[in-house]
């Protein structure tokens, strides 16, 4: 498994979960500890915190957007569950980008991106993937609790997860280094260059609910588990958002392939690879802070082929073969 990880060619940390506990640990460049931005992975958390609205009775997965943010185009027609499925129809327009070019303020960036939102009603139903849909959810879980995402965020996972090597890519230079992060390179003309750090927050305050944290392996790892087997949902809520309406394949923040869930995070000169069973006993986490046009996709792939095996180790080991 190790000889397998390694043929990757990632840079940076690998853990490797059986049976519940850590089996591979280590890492091929940083450290096992060191905490990276995950971008993407960060919206099955995101639709936990949502689902959590949904097991208090203050939300239901069919209220419109509209009973939200009324001023979105084609807010009456989409529901909640539409924007954690990604087939909400909506999209920003052609060129847009989301949030503003300079962060004030949470609220001004869904200002921003409620002024750039077009709506496709052919498209409702149908699984489209934008980042906007994450960003609705965080404006409605602010809304419902008065709280700020960042607050909320730390008040489900840092804090009772006792999270240790967790933050906010926009936190101050202190929390960054005690969280062990390290930046993000991209690979340009053969020369591995730092991504400037004011534009990286930036673009993750514009993606406040979908790539705005950092965290190792460890904590990532013990954040899937509590979402996945833990309190933090019931098995009902569980099963209505891991495993709901169409798409099957994409639900709640995760693909959701045969046998195990993948979620991937790819920006800012970082890579994150998750795979994971549906009850969060085996999983895969790998993470790098070297990225390289054209890897990504090959890499995710590699990754399947890595999990898809040691599933069959497990069911191997399972009937004593």
């Known amino acids: 498994m190790r000889h397998a990880i390694n043929r990757l060619g990632v840079k940076g940390s690998v853990l490797v979960i059986k049976h519940g506990r850590p089996w591979l640990d280590y890492a091929t460049a940083n450290k096992a500890d060191t905490s990276y931005l995950i971008n993407s992975v960060q919206k099955s958390m ?9 097991q208090k009775g203050k939300l239901s997965l069919d209220d419109r957007l509209s009973e939200y943010f009324p001023d979105i ?43 750039k939102t077009v709506y496709n009603p052919k498209m409702l139903g149908k699984w489209h993937y934008t980042a906007v849909n ?74 406040l609910g979908a790539g705005s944290i950092v965290m190792s392996n460890a904590d990532l790892a013990k954040t899937i588990s509590a979402m996945l087997g833990g309190n933090l949902l019931t098995d009902q809520s569980r099963s209505i958002l891991f495993k709901g309406e169409k798409p099957k ?46 890897v990504f996709f090959k890499t995710r792939n590699k990754v399947n082929q890595i999990m898809a095996v040691m599933l069959n180790l497990e069911d191997a080991e399972s009937l004593g073969l």
């Open 46 to 54: 995101t639709a936990t915190m949502v689902m959590r609205e949904v």
């Open 73 to 115: 185009t084609g807010a009456q027609d989409v529901k909640i569950r539409n924007l954690i499925n990604m087939t909400s129809g909506l999209d920003l327009a052609q060129g847009e980008k989301l949030g503003t070019k300079h962060f004030v303020s949470d609220e001004d960036n869904l200002e921003a991106d409620i002024n």
């Open 134 to 207: 994450y960003v609705y959810l965080c404006g409605i879980l602010s809304k419902i609790e008065k709280k700020s995402y960042e607050k909320l965020f730390k008040q489900t996972y840092i804090d009772p997860l006792n999270l240790k090597h967790t933050e906010f890519l926009w936190s101050n230079e202190k929390e960054l280094h005690d969280s062990h992060w390290v930046p993000g390179y991209q690979k340009h003309n053969g020369k591995y260059k730092r991504v400037h750090h004011a534009k990286a927050v930036r673009d993750a305050h514009n993606e």
């Open 249 to 294: 394949y994409y639900n709640g923040g995760f693909y959701n392939l045969q046998d195990y869930k993948v979620a991937n995070g790819a920006g800012a000169g970082y890579y994150t690879f998750l795979r994971s069973t549906n009850n969060g006993k085996e999983m895969i986490i790998i993470q790098s802070n070297r990225t390289k046009k054209g």
